[in-house]
């Protein structure tokens, strides 16, 4: 049987909030796995009638993550428009200085439906709404509008295109951004693309134009995270960066399901996301550039999102340290 990993909550806690203080906002993407219960979640908080209610964890756990983190990932917005009465929900249940980052819609950034039951009559259909900034604005982003000091950042999460949706890179790259040229200006914007090879100079710079940023994101066809930030013009908007460190490349996503859950221990360590993502971090730290970095993991990346976090916390202290030493030793005297 698989046994818990302790975690000190406590010192989490307090390395978190220093970083949010700087502009870096660290969390997971989602938060709802009773996997991390004794780590990050109380048990005695969601017992019902002597027993654990899996209804009572999923309404009430963001409460309890927001007490030690400060943004999350919502996946839940990529299956459906949010409104108003849900993100009040969400919003009431964690502080003012927190930042939910929300993945829009895939009614928005499907072009053809895939043969999924959940997609029902529209499965195998081209999507008439494929890039469609009018239905953006009113559908998904307009709700947002009140709680937009509580938004983090907003990304286009594109799943992997064939050839039969785009034959060249470049012809999404000229209908993407025809799209982003249309959108409201003001909010957190980022792309998240799952084809490496639409990873050219045109697309950065495409995304640069409209100060959007290019979310790095570790994924089964992807190149790692620290190969997309050596390719020149990745940082596409120096105000902020987005990064998901969600699977590592050539790993399926059911293949880490089935690896990883119940998500409770680390099971395979993955360093190079490790050191990619404290390089990240430094960028900020350094004021280098972006100011501003939403970083989110995955259970899937390494079986346990909260222990990877305080992994790449330990490395981030020892690099600082070596860094530290490494300054030049001021000159007496002269």
């Given amino acids: 049987m698989t046994q818990t990993v302790a975690l000190d909550r406590e010192r989490l806690k307090q390395v978190i909030a220093d970083l949010g203080s700087k502009g870096v906002f660290i969390g997971t993407s989602s938060w709802k796995y ?30 309890e993550y927001a007490e030690v983190f400060k943004t999350v990932c919502v996946d839940a917005a990529y299956y459906k428009f ?31 439906f895939s043969n999924l039951p959940r997609y029902g009559n529209r499965a195998g259909k081209v999507n008439e709404h494929f890039l469609n900034a009018e239905l953006f604005a009113r559908g998904f982003l307009a709700p947002f509008e009140e709680f937009k000091k509580n938004v983090g950042m907003i990304i286009f999460e594109f799943a992997r295109f064939y050839r039969t949706d785009f034959a060249q890179g470049r012809e999404f790259v000229e209908l993407l951004d025809r799209f982003l040229a249309q959108l409201p200006k003001g909010w957190r914007y980022g792309v998240e693309i799952r084809n490496r090879t639409f990873l050219q100079p045109e697309y950065f710079a495409m995304l640069a134009r409209h100060g959007v940023a290019h979310v790095y994101n570790s994924w089964a ?14 940082v596409t908007n120096p105000e902020f960066a ?29 360093e190079e996301a490790r050191a990619a993502a404290v390089r990240l971090l430094l960028m900020v730290l350094k004021d280098v550039e972006p100011r501003e970095l939403f970083l989110y993991f995955n259970n899937r990346l390494e079986g346990n999102a909260l222990l990877t976090i305080l992994a790449v916390l330990e490395l981030l202290d020892a690099k600082l340290e070596e860094l530290e030493r490494a300054k030049p030793v001021p000159a007496v005297g002269g």
């Fill in 221 to 234: 066809e992807m190149p790692a995270v620290s190969e997309q930030l050596a390719l020149p013009g990745s």
């Fill in 242 to 270: 987005g990064a998901r460190f969600l699977l590592k490349p050539g790993r399926t996503y059911q293949e880490a399901v089935d690896r990883f859950s119940p998500y409770k221990e680390i099971k395979e360590r993955y």
């Fill in 82 to 112: 949010p409104d108003r009465r849900y993100l009040e929900g969400l919003i009431k249940e964690v502080p003012d200085d927190f930042r939910f980052t929300f993945k829009v819609t895939d009614d928005i950034t499907i072009k053809r």
């Fill in 34 to 63: 009773p996997g991390w219960m004794g780590q990050l979640y109380t048990e005695d908080r969601y017992i019902w009638r002597g027993k654990f209610a899996e209804s009572r964890f999923n309404n009430n756990s963001l409460a």
